[in-house]
């Protein structure tokens, strides 16, 4: 299995500009997060989906931020605008049921 | 939610050392993962365990849920072992539920 795939690995944008994250989950994992890691907040969930039904976004900053689980397969992470703060590692993680959350290689985001 | 305490905040270790590192929580939690984040910063579960023990090479883990509690043991420590080492527990009944990471090991082995 290829794991869960994360793109890009490296963005740096502009602050006000649009900045898409991507995430393939593992085949056959029902559950996708998104998660955000900072030096000073360490990781943190942003939101979870469960069946593509997105569950608990409590952890998404502000309205800037939007994520999407259109199928399977397949899960989005938008920030717009983009500002400096954003600057992070952006982790997505799949799993099936309540066992083992299999991590991605992050994106790292810098936003000048 | 519930709070993740971890210690030692960062320990160093000669080649061939043995180490526990500890994780507490403020509340009863349904799963308990551990992790280690290696100097490139990709996310590895080392260990799912909710309860008793597992053993996975020099690797071992420990959780005692009643007294809320969880042990990861690193026998002779190798270089390639060092990085963070994050434990994280799962809150709710229901599948995928929320999974809070505490602060991290920070572990060095000097050869």
């Known amino acids: 299995d290829a794991g869960v795939i994360q793109s890009p690995r490296h963005e740096v944008t502009e602050m006000g500009q649009e900045v898409t994250l991507r995430c393939k989950p593992i085949?056959?994992?029902?559950?996708l997060f998104w998660y955000r890691q900072t030096m000073m907040r360490g990781l943190e969930l942003l939101i979870y989906f469960n069946n593509n039904v997105p569950i608990d976004d409590s952890g998404m900053p502000e309205d800037r931020f939007s994520a999407k689980m259109p199928n399977a397969s397949f899960s989005t992470l938008k920030i717009q605008p983009s500002e400096p703060r954003d600057s992070a590692v952006y982790f997505c993680?799949?799993?099936?049921?309540?066992?083992?959350?299999?991590f991605g290689p992050g994106t790292r985001l810098l936003v000048l | 939610g519930i709070q993740v305490e971890q210690s030692p905040p960062d320990l160093i270790l000669q080649e061939g050392a043995n180490s526990t590192l500890r994780c507490n929580f403020s509340?009863?939690?349904?799963?308990l993962q551990w992790f280690h984040q290696n100097p490139w910063g990709q996310l590895i579960n080392l260990f799912y365990i909710p309860s008793g023990t597992k053993q996975n090479g020099r690797l071992s883990a420990t959780t005692v849920a009643t007294e809320r509690y969880s042990l990861l043991y690193i026998s002779s420590s190798q270089t390639t072992d060092s990085g963070v080492y994050f434990c994280?527990?799962?809150?709710?009944?229901?599948?995928?539920?929320?999974?809070?990471f505490g602060e991290g090991t920070q572990l060095t082995v000097n050869p």
């Open positions: 993680a799949s799993t099936v049921g309540l066992g083992t959350q299999y």
């Open positions: 509340d009863s939690v349904n799963n």
């Open positions: 994280a527990g799962e809150e709710g009944e229901t599948s995928g539920s929320r999974l809070t």
């Open positions: 085949s056959g994992h029902n559950s």
